[in-house]
């Protein structure tokens, strides 16, 4: 603060005096630096426009670094000035003050002689600064030209290497603008972008020689891989599944109550493989059904009876991946599946420009479209990574694009083109795709024959929390006969008041709980199915608790020809009944498979199931163990990367490997194990069967007691495999059809499968008798054999 008195007023203005000129100067000093930098370097900066490309920058600035290196000494030495200028002001206004004390700054004795000097030395300073200036627009001149020389060098090199080139220039030429990340990449219009862009971010043209090309160093050695290590806690998992939706909640809730049962199967798993090593895999789970993007119906019904089976499967999926000791990543948004991919900005036309992070992705099909749109071609590249969970199964035939558009097959949900057992199926009904599966809750004994003694042998429950279930057509007749045996029980979900559709005689709960629900089904003799909906979890869960299943048989089998709910779906599978995996692996006495419309067939199961008397069951398969076998031996064996090219029409020795046993109808492999390929399954597990005409490979080998094998059509996609069944070819030839490899006996004209993608166990014709890759499998657990382990 200054005092005003008369010392004080002379200060002040001997203040303005000494600095406005001294100000001025200095200030114009700097402003004429300015601009005459700007002036100068201005062609150098609009090269760096917001939109511009980085390649741009690079061959056109070519004195950036070093422009820059005198811009930062500019502006250090203006600060510098001004610092000063600020000492010189401070120098001079005490004068008047501080006159004795002179003898203390013999340096500043002389304001106005340190003043001139410190100007000179700006002046020398500003001097050199043009001079450098000057050299750095002569050089950048120079490379100007240089660089305008290889902009006329900028056409569609012709390169048969790189046949595309011209054709996606042309495209770029018309659609640059269609998507912001090829600006984000430099794509500016000109042809040189075209060609970077195309050349250096995608692979369809050849390197420009002009460019910089940043010599090829070696590749690093890749670190080790972590050791997966098996977990018991499952707090972190919690952590990653997040909240905020019912569906989240729902799924935490199953984890939290079937943890111990995890926990124990971990163990036991532990011991199976004895210490043996499995490297870590970094996994993507995006539930693509479960984004705002793709509707999310689920999360809104989960506590109004909504189905829960794909929950149920997603939570089992997540607890035994992470189980297993993998790193996850669980996305349940677009944004964050973008994030985790490293998506650039746009649309999703531009390829990612970092490798995946991840080793697999499991997803939907829901996500599987919302992966394709984000990550451009890359895609392609990283497709064989994605695992995709498949409630009804993909066949061969509606994944092959080509041909589901030729023949029919194509539908809103296939054509992918990917590897058939990269779909993951809720039961093992599609051997051409993996079976992943979900888990039951397990009884131990004591529960067990506790559940047993207190069965009360005249309660039936109904599968179904819908009240839409309750409307199937015909459902008077057989729930009169029923009720005239059996105390009726529902769960059929309700706000208000009793839904109309449910009959007065039926004692309704409402929607119950998990646990609840499980201690009505302990107490009831009968689980009865209404026939809708398929496949389900429920059936298994009432098996597992003691009760026997009824449900009605299809005839004819429902599909996607006949039936509404299986239209449009990538499978031409025919459902014999509601729920034909407990028909066909459980059966009798824990499964009953009538026609609801046979009034007596109906009334006699009724009263043989009054009198049965059955103990809780749950295949292996559903079990926490026999879920994380199968896990992790997919994950060990199926190959996720590098992207394998399909075999080709046949294994590439002439000599058949397979031998003809005495007195047998089918093959067996013949070589020894020191000669045996590489394969998983292990081929010495297969079996070669011939069908019989209207015959699927699916039916031919559940007939001996096998599994169809697609892996193994390679090996017997081979003319030789015709002579040596006996089967006598007049032709033979090469084609693209999802039964072959097959044979037109009255004809004798044998056909051998063209495209590796069309192998398929499903599907059969009236004309054909059908090649059938068959193997062994394990005691309950039908996914793998018995060395597969």
Known sequence: MITVNSDGKIMVRRCLVTLRPFRIFVLGIGFFTLCFLMTSLGGQFSAKRLGDSPFTIRTEVMGALESRGVLRKMSDMLEMMVKRMDVLARLENSTDFRKGEEAHYPVDRSPAVGLMERIQAIAQNVSDIAIKVDQILRNSLMNGKVVEGRRDQCEAPRDPKYPDCSGKVEWMRARWTSDPCYAFFGVDGTECSFLIYLSEVEWFCPPLP???????????????????????????????????????????????????????????????????????????????????????????????????????????????????????????????????????????????????????????????????????????????????????GTEPAYNHEEYATLHGYRTNWGYWNLNPKQFMTMFPHTPDNSFMGFVSEELNETEKQFIKSNKVSNMAVVYGKEASIWKVGGKEKFLAILNKYMEIHGTVYYETQR????????????????????????????????????????????????????????????????????????????????????????????????????????????????????????????????????????????????CPIPPGHAMQSSLSPFTLLPNASHLMWAYNASSSPQAWPPVHSMQVWVSEVRRACTETCQEHGLVCEPTFFKFLNKKDVFLQLSIACDSTEYEMNHLYPAVAETVRECYLQKEPLLYSCAGYSTKYRRLCPCRDYRKGQVALCRDCL
């Open 210 to 392: 002009w460019r910089n090309q940043t010599a090829a160093m070696p590749s690093p050695k890749p670190l080790p891989k972590a050791q997966a290590a098996f977990r018991s806690d499952l707090s972190y998992l919690l952590e990653l599944i997040g909240s905020g939706k019912e569906s989240l909640i729902f799924m935490k809730k199953r984890i939290r109550h079937l943890a111990m049962q995890w926990i124990l199967a971990t163990r036991r798993l532990e011991q199976k493989l004895k210490g043996r090593r499995r490297d870590q895999k970094q996994i993507l789970v995006h539930i693509g059904f479960l984004t705002e993007e793709s509707g999310d119906v689920f999360s809104p019904r989960v506590l109004k009876g909504g189905p829960l089976g794909e929950m149920v499967q997603w939570a089992d999926i997540l607890a035994a991946l992470f189980i297993l000791g993998h790193s996850l990543k669980v996305t349940v948004s677009l944004k964050e599946l973008q994030s985790n991919l490293g998506v650039p900005p746009g649309r999703g036309n531009c390829p990612l420009t970092i490798p995946l992070p991840f080793d697999l992705i499991y997803t939907d099909y829901h996500g599987l479209q919302q992966m394709k749109q984000h990550m451009g071609l890359s895609f392609k590249k990283y497709r064989c990574r994605v695992r995709v969970i498949d409630t009804f």
């Open 499 to 642: 839904p109309p559709e449910v009959p007065a005689f039926v004692k309704n709960h409402g929607l119950l709980p998990q646990h609840e629900f499980q201690q009505l089904l302990r107490k009831a003799k009968l689980f009865i199915g209404f026939g809708f909906p398929y496949e389900g979890p429920a059936p298994l869960e009432a098996i597992a608790n003691g009760c026997v299943f009824l449900q009605s048989r299809f005839n004819p089998p429902h599909s996607s020809l006949n039936h509404e709910f299986f239209r449009g779906k990538p499978t031409s599978r025919e459902v014999s009944s509601q729920h034909p995996y407990v028909e066909d692996f459980i059966g009798k006495p824990h499964v009953w498979t009538v026609d609801y419309n046979n009034s007596e067939e109906f009334e006699a199961a009724i009263k043989a199931i009054m009198k049965t008397k059955v103990d809780p069951y749950l295949p292996y398969e559903y079990t926490c163990e026999g879920m994380l076998e199968r896990i992790h031996a997919y994950i060990q064996h199926q190959v996720s990367d590098p």
